[in-house]
């Protein structure tokens, strides 16, 4: 069973940066694919990026590619979302989850899930 803790969320101006980190517990970490979501107020929960356990290959949504990045440590068992040159339309409840890696787009890829990090920006 892994447990995952989300932190660095915060109020941003438009343009700003942010850097989210999720710790995770047990050795499945580093076995795990690692996923970022979001879900605005009144949306459902939207895929940011994943990143497979070797750290190999990384997947973005459209919306965020060229702008945020997703890494990890796993001596650390931590993933990390770098955040630039953020929008409004980024406000969001971040979360964090950990998959097999049949896929890695979906909710529905992902077993183990954070409480999520609020990130909010401002015009």
């Known amino acids: 069973q892994v447990q995952l803790v989300e932190s660095g969320g915060g109020l941003v101006q438009a343009g700003g940066s942010l850097r989210l980190s999720c710790a995770a517990s047990?050795?499945?970490?580093?076995?795990?694919?690692m996923g970022w979501f979001r879900q605005a107020p009144g949306k459902e929960r939207e895929f940011v990026a994943a990143i497979s356990w070797s750290s190999a290959n990384s997947y973005y949504a459209d919306s965020v590619k060229g702008r945020f990045t997703i890494s990890r440590d796993n001596a650390k068992n931590t993933v990390y979302l770098r955040m630039n040159g953020l929008k409004p339309e980024d406000t969001a409840v971040y979360y964090c989850a950990a998959g097999l890696g049949a896929g890695v787009r979906n909710p529905g890829d992902y077993v183990y899930w954070g409480q999520g990090t609020q990130v909010t920006c401002s015009s």
């Open positions: 047990g050795r499945t970490f580093s076995r795990s694919v």
